[in-house]
Nanobody, 123 residues
């Protein structure tokens, strides 16, 4: 099994910054993709940003230029630097990891989720 532990959420005023971290541990051979999703009350969970093991990133349009995703492969950790925060960024943020359990010939690939961390941006 794999566990994802998130940290860094909180309350911030509009225009402020927060940095989220998510560390993966457990039976990990490699992590193909790590990402951040968010879910606001009454809304579906949506992808915010993700990053491959090779460092390729993608962002939803509304956060481009304000959020930066990065990862430390040696630590199995992904970060989300959030700047110029807006009230509409308020949500529970979830870490996700696509994990390969072993060498390709005998491995499984599974998706794991963190417990979520609340981000609240006041106007």
């Amino acid at each position: 099994q794999v566990q994802l532990v998130e940290s860094g959420g909180g309350l911030v005023q509009a225009g402020g910054s927060l940095r989220l971290s998510c560390a993966a541990s457990g039976r990990i051979f490699s992590i193909n993709v790590m990402g951040w999703y968010r879910q606001a009350p009454g809304n579906q969970r949506e992808l915010v940003a993700n990053i491959t093991s090779g460092g390729r990133t993608s962002y939803r349009a509304s956060v481009k230029g304000r959020f930066t995703i990065s990862r430390d492969n040696a630590k199995n950790t992904v970060y989300l630097q959030m700047d110029s925060l807006k009230p509409e960024d308020t949500a529970v943020y979830y870490c996700n990891a696509i994990v390969q359990s072993g060498p390709a010939a005998s491995s499984t690939i599974n998706s794991y989720w963190g417990q979520g961390t609340q981000v609240t941006v006041s106007s």
